[in-house]
């Protein structure tokens, strides 16, 4: 099974600033790779598919970038309502697996 | 709307049974394959189980191998798991997912996600 690792497991923000979170894959999983959002009591959104295609309805501000082993979702300009978890996740390989995630939170 | 909405859970002792169903709604369910993830108590995702577009092709975890049963009923809008030997590490919400799809491939990211359904297994 491929292991996701992401980093940092907490990142302290404040309105407005830039997010960097990353992504890491044991073995490469080629662009094979998605972003989820999930907030307290709510299922995960699908932010970011095929390492840096924006799922339907998605802002501009969330871009995703990277291939092989090495990811990274930015989240340009933090809104309030982007403060949340952020899972990543491989579907290159069986069985497909999720990455422990980060959270954002308001610094 | 496209709609994903799971019922099933409850509370169950180490080695019983539970079975999980998942209604959709608002999209042409016979033309997606579709999953099982679960999360345990203030934990990450786990996927659990995937199942294509006529059932004729599943998949399962390690974890729950040989004790876990993914079905669908096209004909009710219904994806199903069965859920025997239980153990307290199956102590999870349990959310149904639809899997993406690109053209003609059917990928193993998650469009469209339930609100899940908890199972709690403890004595």
């Known amino acids: 099974e491929i292991v996701m690792t992401q980093s940092p497991a907490t990142l302290s923000v404040s309105p407005g600033e830039r997010a960097t979170l990353s992504c890491r894959a044991s073995?490469?999983?080629?662009?094979?790779l998605a972003w989820y959002q999930q907030k307290p009591g709510q299922a995960p959104r699908l932010l970011i598919y095929?390492?840096?295609t924006r799922a339907t309805g998605i802002p501009a501000r969330f871009s995703g970038s990277g291939s092989g082993t090495e990811f990274t979702l930015t989240i340009s300009s933090l809104q309030s309502e982007d403060f949340a978890v952020y899972y990543c996740q491989q579907y290159n390989n069986w069985p497909p697996s999720f990455g422990q995630g980060t959270k954002v939170e308001i610094k | 709307e496209v709609q994903l909405v799971e019922s099933g859970g409850g509370v169950v002792r180490p080695g019983g049974s539970l079975r999980l169903s998942c209604a959709a709604s608002g999209f042409t369910f016979d033309d997606y394959g579709m999953s099982w993830v679960r999360q345990a108590p203030g934990k990450g995702l786990e996927w659990v189980s995937g199942i294509n577009w006529n059932g004729g092709s599943t998949g399962y975890a390690d974890s729950v191998k040989g004790r876990f049963t993914i079905s669908r009923d096209n004909a009710k809008n219904s994806l199903y798991l069965q859920m025997n030997s239980l153990r307290a590490e199956d102590t999870a919400l349990y959310h149904c997912?639809?899997?993406?799809?690109?053209?003609?491939?059917?990928?193993?990211?998650?469009?469209?996600w339930g609100q899940g359904t908890m199972v709690t297994v403890s004595s």
């Open positions: 997912a639809r899997r993406l799809r690109l053209g003609e491939l059917s990928l193993y990211a998650f469009d469209i």
């Open positions: 095929g390492a840096s």
């Open positions: 073995q490469s999983v080629s662009s094979n």
